[in-house]
């Protein structure tokens, strides 16, 4: 017995110990985090803004110090969000200190919505007449999407510039559950509603390929026009270039006019040291976007009494308050709620960047943004993505801006009801055995599959969700159910489209649609506001830690199929009926 307490104590002391020490490390890692990071650097004369972009642009940049925090090497990697980076853009073609930008360009897995945005900012930085230099040792479309705006673009000798059209891919689950005995028990309103479909089928619908097809048509043949007039060559010239994938070798890039020369990256800063008047035997002193973000200024002024504020709607919507991956409708309809009461806020600006989620969600916010509209203009500017629930609550808004390669629409209803039954009983031995009182007091248990009466209720429901859906639409959009109910059925649009069909009324990224703001609130001047606020992380510093520690190895560990898990791990949280794009659409 005495040995017994002896191992008891020692064991209870480890862990004391141990928790104690990692309680210490984590104190020391936030200080470092914390400690003079958020300082505006000093910019030196002759600087170049130098924009590596082969991260996951968020939309915004988050407080977070332990977000992309790398736990192997304990060094933060604080990644610049997109509001960060136009203004930095924007504030280099004033600022003197800054001679130029170099463009370090490898695979960026951001979609064309986003890169459109920092391509057109680029494009306005060459009114400024300083130079803009691209060097990749690998390039693709996307990243190349970047790099054709800029005065010379240049390749690694052993590199590669991959043109060779676009495709997309989507996993069908029908095999996988059907090998773990789980029946996905699906209801719907929309021909084109694709957002359930791999889950009862193993292959793609007619309907839901062509609508591909036509988004997916729409997103290349804009990039095709993009690089045929940055490049100065014809349409037809580089579709034959991707089509026909005619550079297989830098030499074939460079004879084809899609690059301006061939070099190694020494010889490029040579180039660079060149045009930022940097001497030969110095270091040019290139700055970062996340460094510069916090000296660059935007256009608003914060002395200004006149307020716009900005209201980011990311991420799945769902009940409750959200989080970094979220749109919660709490949260979201307290920052409407409030931009509306506050009459020093002269305008609205909703930036949407979400496939959509609970239809009870999206509807909490839509009756927000109808409030809103009453007492001042409200602009909605789509990002990436501004589907389903997404669009729910962008159509009341005064004016809708969108990307020609935003992916919008997708006005459609549905829910998903999992019938475990074989997998509980035949695989796991499980059997339920239940009481009632109430013919569908169980409605919707995993024990069983719906009977037919369950099911007739499940879809008059999904039914009047869409129904009220399309008049929500049709009233905000000025349009008639009839024309809305057409356009609808779930189908997707690109920006470009959806404006040709009333859906969206310009096409444009935030400044565009600020300016609109403006214009409608009547104002010279403003300070634009963020909404929602961001949480402070060291509010609750342990789960904060722990949630991005969990995130960062299962990423670790999965590389690129984490994709897949966090898609199957958001299903497992749908409640109710959904208004949203079951998977995110990933052009490659």
């Known amino acids: 017995m005495k040995q017994f307490f002896k191992f008891m104590f020692a064991t209870i002391l480890g862990i004391f110990v141990s928790g104690f020490l990692m309680i210490l490390i984590l104190i020391g890692l936030v200080a470092s985090l914390a400690g ?4 505006a650097e000093t910019v030196k004369d002759n600087s170049v803004l130098e924009l590596t972009l082969d991260y996951m642009i968020p939309e915004r940049t988050s407080k977070n110090p332990f977000e992309n925090f790398n736990f192997t090497s304990f060094e933060g990697d604080k990644n610049t969000g997109l509001n960060d980076l136009l203004k930095s853009i924007r504030y280099a073609s004033t600022d003197d200190k800054i001679k130029g ?14 890169l459109e945005e920092i391509r057109n900012a680029l494009i306005e930085f060459k009114q400024s007449k300083k130079f803009i230099v691209a060097y990749g040792e690998v390039m693709e479309e996307h990243s190349y999407f970047l790099a054709s705006v800029a005065d010379k673009v240049y390749l690694n000798p052993a590199g590669e510039l991959l043109i060779n059209g676009f495709s997309y891919q989507e996993p069908y689950l029908k095999n996988m559950f059907e090998k773990i005995g789980v029946e996905p028990q699906l209801i719907r309103h929309g021909k084109y509603k694709a957002a359930g479909e791999p889950l009862i089928a193993d292959k793609m619908s007619d309907a839901n390929r062509l609508q591909i097809e036509t988004f997916a048509g729409s997103i290349y043949k804009h990039f095709i026009t993009k690089i045929a007039e940055s490049r100065k060559k014809t349409y037809d010239e580089v579709l034959e270039i991707s089509n026909k994938l005619l550079i297989q070798c830098p030499d074939d890039a460079k004879k084809l006019g899609m690059i301006d020369g061939i070099k190694y990256e020494d010889e490029v800063i040579t180039e660079l040291k060149k ?23 935007d256009k608003s002024k914060a002395s200004s009494k006149n ?13 409750g308050e959200g989080d970094n991956e ?14 509306r009461k506050d009459s020093s806020v002269k305008a609205i600006i909703l930036r949407i960047n979400s496939p959509g989620g609970s ?44 990307e020609p390669n935003t992916i919008t629409g997708s006005i459609g209803v549905f829910a998903v009801i999992m019938n475990a039954q074989k997998l509980l009983n035949d695989k796991l031995g499980i059997k339920f055995q239940t009481v009632k009182m109430g013919e569908y007091a169980d409605l919707g248990t995993p024990d069983r599959p719906l009977t037919s009466g369950e099911t007739a209720i499940l879809q008059n429901g999904v039914d009047r969700i869409y129904n009220d859906f399309v008049s929500k639409v049709a009233e905000g959009r000025k349009l008639t159910n009839e024309q809305v109910d057409s356009i609808a059925q779930g189908r997707v649009w690109t920006g470009v489209d959806a404006i040709k069909i009333g859906l969206v009324d310009e096409l444009g990224g935030m400044d565009k649609a600020l300016s609109i ?18 949480k402070d992380p060291f509010d609750n510093l342990l789960k904060t830690f722990g949630d991005e520690a969990s995130i960062y190895f299962t990423k670790k560990q999965l590389g690129e199929d984490y994709k897949y898990y966090e898609m199957l791990r958001k299903s497992a949280r749908y409640q109710g009926m959904q208004a949203r794009m079951l998977y995110d659409v990933e052009i490659k």
């Open 359 to 402: 239809a009870l969600a999206s509807d909490v916010m839509w009756r927000e943004v109808v409030l809103a509209k009453k007492s001042k203009p409200v602009i909605v500017s789509m990002g990436s993505l501004a589907a389903s629930g997404g669009y729910y609550i962008a159509a009341p808004a005064d004016v809708i801006v969108a």
């Open 326 to 339: 979220s749109a919660g409708s709490v949260s979201i309809a307290e920052s409407i709620s409030k931009a």
């Open 36 to 39: 003079g990071d958020d300082k």
């Open 517 to 534: 703001a403006i214009k409608k609130a009547k104002i010279e001047d403003y300070k634009l506001v963020n909404y929602p606020e961001q």
């Open 275 to 297: 045009l930022s008047s940097t001497e030969e035997k110095n270091k040019i002193n290139f700055v970062t976007s996340n460094s510069y973000s916090k000296s660059a200024k």
């Open 307 to 319: 307020k716009i504020a900005v209201i980011y709607v990311n991420g799945d919507i769902v009940s």
């Open 101 to 114: 930008i170099y463009l370090h360009l490898t695979f960026s897995p951001n979609s064309y919505a986003t």
